[in-house]
């Protein structure tokens, strides 16, 4: 089964070492591209769509140390 | 500043809360001639515990979104571990008071979860609370919040 964005995530991973001077920033991924960092979540959204339409693309905030999010509440994920 | 009042629940405090499909994403459907699915109306309950705002997959289908990014979660289920989780780009609308104006997110992440058997489509998590003034009167269990 294929896993949306994986390719864009392995880029991500592939790319984060040169990333880190923009930790913070958003990455903007496509396939196995970086399109560019942006310095709001929602300017590389707007690229994204605007380059890419509706086509799959990763938004990825440059973190050195991967950002977990936290709930204490048990929730199920679903994964598309 | 505009001030809601949630009901209080056995779940806890909900508001209601509408979601729609990201200002980005709404430009590009309208540029390409492409329908925009109607906004989602969601009770949505008031998580301090959770770091981020999630929604049910009944939003996510009825807005047509795909997954923009993805995240690991950690849970109580997950222990010390933590699974990856898709996230979505959408528009969040909290409606004001009569006659205030709304609170609007143009572009939030949220995170897909199943909600909906717990009694509400959305949580809304400290993300979204960092951006206002969430006030909890113990004595009269009401909860308050002003952005």
């Known amino acids: 089964m294929e896993i949306p964005l994986e390719k864009e995530l392995e880029t991500y991973k592939r790319l984060l070492p040169t990333l880190l001077e923009q930790e913070g920033k958003f990455a903007l991924i496509h396939d196995s591209e970086l399109t560019g960092v942006y310095g709001d979540y929602e300017k590389a959204l707007n690229e994204g769509y605007e380059k890419f339409g509706t086509t799959p693309f990763l938004v990825k905030r440059i973190n050195a140390v991967e950002q977990v999010l936290n709930f204490t509440r048990d929730v199920a994920t679903c994964l598309s | ?147």
Request: with cysteine; aromatic share 6%.
């Open chain 2, 1 to 147: 500043m505009p001030i809601i009042v949630a009901r209080f629940e056995a779940a806890g405090p909900l508001i209601t809360s509408v979601f729609g499909v990201s200002l980005p994403r709404f430009n590009a459907l309208t540029k390409a001639s492409l329908t925009v699915p109607d906004l989602q109306p969601a009770d949505a309950l008031i998580d301090t515990g959770a770091s981020g705002t999630c929604v049910d997959p009944e939003v996510i289908k009825a807005l047509g979104l795909t997954p923009t990014g993805t995240v690991p979660v950690r849970t109580p289920s997950t222990g010390q571990g933590t699974h990856p989780a898709e996230q979505y780009d959408v528009r969040l609308i909290i409606p004001g008071p009569p006659g205030e104006a709304p609170l609007i997110i143009q572009a939030l992440p949220v995170l897909c979860m199943e909600l909906k058997v717990q009694g509400f489509r959305a949580l809304i998590g400290r993300d979204v609370l960092s951006r206002c003034q969430l006030t909890y009167f113990g004595a009269s269990t009401l909860v308050t919040l002003a952005y």
